[in-house]
């Protein structure tokens, strides 16, 4: 375990936040013009898949902020 602080902690959230306020700025701009006329199930589907998709690249992410390298300790 860790015992002394690193720049990677608060320079990890920060850039987590500014990516997910893009990512969501960019699917509120893009994607209700793509599927705004599809069924509501359909509409559903889309979102839910797009709203789980930015944890796709959080894990290895997590790992670079406590270890400061991108895949996990072996």
Do not use: C, D, H, N
């Not at 608060?10 to 700025?25: D, E």
């Not at 589907?45 to 400061?68: D, H, K, N, S």
């Amino acid at each position: 375990m860790r015992e002394t602080p690193t720049w990677r902690i608060p320079l990890g959230i920060f850039a987590l936040f500014a990516a997910l306020m893009v990512y969501g700025v960019v699917i509120a701009r893009y994607a209700p013009s793509i599927i705004g006329g599809w069924s509501g199930g359909a509409q559903t589907v889309v979102y839910v898949t797009l709203g789980l998709i930015w944890l796709l690249p959080l894990r290895r992410f997590l790992i670079w902020m406590e270890t400061g390298r991108w895949s996990p300790p072996e």
